[in-house]
């Protein structure tokens, strides 16, 4: 089991890395925006989740209502996160954001003390300390950050931090063994909801040309297979070391941006010399090294 929760992070890691440059790939285009692709990809999301929901489908132990706290916070905390990060990937490359939201484990040590009453140790504070650092360090390379870029990463962090608490709360509702069943449920309700809720903005929306939803797909195959390997992790491994596997992200992303740049693709990411690109793996195994602290001595 630990094994396969392993595998399944290292899967939700390259899948999300992925995304992050199919967004900017997205969004950096002309007439294109942000908002298109939360909503575009979110009813594609949608549709992926009706189209497996028959066969993953079971009922919650305790009835629909212990349902509804769960998936408001798993649901609607991850769609404000997306909104942020959406949002912040248009102002800055993919490779710079991806490391970056490594450090929503801050905002999950803090959470976990003030909302879910779950207490940490002083290691675990301490593995807290080196994530923030990893974080400064990550900030100081290539352009430098925007005061809006940072609020738009820290409400990204701080979204997905709660979101991602909330993930067991809601698998635990269908099977107290978070079962692979009740995982896969999980991932279909959650993005069914979030597809729902996208869908009245198409109304308000200027008429979208064909190409428009079909470049989003791309995005949204690589989300939705990286937060069914989250989702997973999670069920196997638990939510911490589940997001120690998930920010390995950080190090993809720097690759592939690294090489997308070399190879002159700078409409998606910028050109940096190999001092910088050291201090940037550095930096990002740093924030590996820093979470992993944070689970591994309790």
């Known amino acids: 089991m630990m094994v396969l929760g392993i595998l399944a992070g290292l899967g939700a890691a390259f899948s999300q890395a992925a995304s992050y440059l199919f967004s900017r790939h997205f969004v950096t285009r002309i007439g294109r925006s942000s908002v298109q692709l939360l909503v575009i990809s979110h009813l594609w999301m949608a549709l992926f989740s009706l189209l497996i929901l028959p066969f993953v489908y079971m009922p919650p132990l305790a009835g629909w209502g212990s349902v509804v706290l769960p998936l408001l916070g798993t649901a609607g905390c991850y769609f404000l996160g997306q909104a942020a990060f959406f949002w912040t990937v248009k102002q800055i490359p993919a490779s710079r954001v991806a490391p970056l939201l490594g450090v929503k484990i801050i905002f999950m040590g803090i959470f976990s003390v003030t909302i879910f009453r779950s207490p940490l140790t002083g290691v675990q504070w301490a593995g807290v300390a080196f994530a923030g650092m990893a974080a400064?360090?990550?900030?100081?390379?290539?352009?430098?950050?925007?005061?809006?870029?940072?609020?738009?990463?820290?409400?990204?962090?701080?979204?997905?931090?709660?979101?991602?608490?909330?993930?067991?709360?809601?698998?635990?509702?269908?099977?107290?063994?978070?079962?692979?069943?009740?995982?896969?449920?999980?991932?279909?309700?959650?993005?069914?909801?979030?597809?729902?809720?996208?869908?009245?903005?198409?109304?308000?929306?200027?008429?979208?040309?064909?190409?428009?939803?079909?470049?989003?797909?791309?995005?949204?195959?690589?989300?939705?297979?990286?937060?069914?390997?989250?989702?997973?992790?999670?069920?196997?491994?638990?939510?911490?070391?589940?997001?120690?596997?998930?920010?390995?992200?950080?190090?993809?992303?720097?690759?592939?941006?690294?090489?997308?740049?070399?190879?002159?693709?700078?409409?998606?990411?910028?050109?940096?010399?190999?001092?910088?690109?050291?201090?940037?793996?550095?930096?990002?195994?740093?924030?590996?090294?820093a979470i992993a602290i944070f689970i591994i001595w309790r």
């Open 136 to 289: 400064l360090l990550l900030s100081r390379f290539g352009e430098a950050l925007k005061p809006k870029v940072v609020i738009g990463l820290g409400l990204a962090c701080s979204f997905f931090a709660l979101s991602d608490l909330c993930i067991p709360l809601l698998m635990v509702t269908f099977d107290p063994q978070r079962g692979m069943r009740a995982t896969l449920f999980s991932v279909t309700l959650d993005y069914t909801f979030c597809g729902l809720f996208v869908l009245p903005a198409v109304l308000n929306m200027r008429r979208l040309k064909r190409g428009e939803w079909f470049q989003a797909i791309p995005f949204a195959l690589a989300w939705y297979l990286g937060m069914a390997f989250f989702f997973t992790a999670i069920s196997l491994v638990g939510v911490v070391l589940a997001v120690i596997l998930q920010s390995t992200r950080g190090i993809i992303s720097i690759g592939v941006g690294r090489y997308l740049a070399t190879t002159r693709h700078l409409e998606l990411e910028q050109s940096f010399g190999r001092g910088v690109l050291a201090r940037q793996l550095a930096a990002a195994t740093l924030m590996c090294v």
